[in-house]
């Protein structure tokens, strides 16, 4: 039987955004956390890159969401009361 598992469509992402945090902490630990043993949050912009590179090799276009969408998206007020 073979192995089971995450599906390498799902782990190519994995393994993309782990070797790009790699990337950024080592451009940045000067200016990181001097905690020891701490878990780092890294940009938002490596979970973007590698979702835009993974949908663009799928032939999958993003749509761009408006200022109002993103605006929603962001704020806590809207659809609470």
């Not at 912009?45 to 761009?64: N, R, S």
Request: with cysteine; charged share 25%; hydrophobic share 40%.
């Amino acid at each position: 039987m073979g192995a089971e598992g995450h599906p390498s469509e799902v782990m190519d992402m994995s393994f993309s955004d782990q070797a790009l945090a790699v990337e950024y902490i080592a451009k940045n630990r000067d200016s990181l956390s001097k905690m020891g043993s701490v878990v780092l949050d890294i940009p938002e912009e490596i979970d973007k890159t590698v979702a835009q590179l993974k949908c663009a090799a799928m032939g999958l276009k993003l749509d761009v969401l408006t200022l109002e969408q993103d605006a929603y998206i962001h704020g806590w007020a809207e659809g609470t009361t």
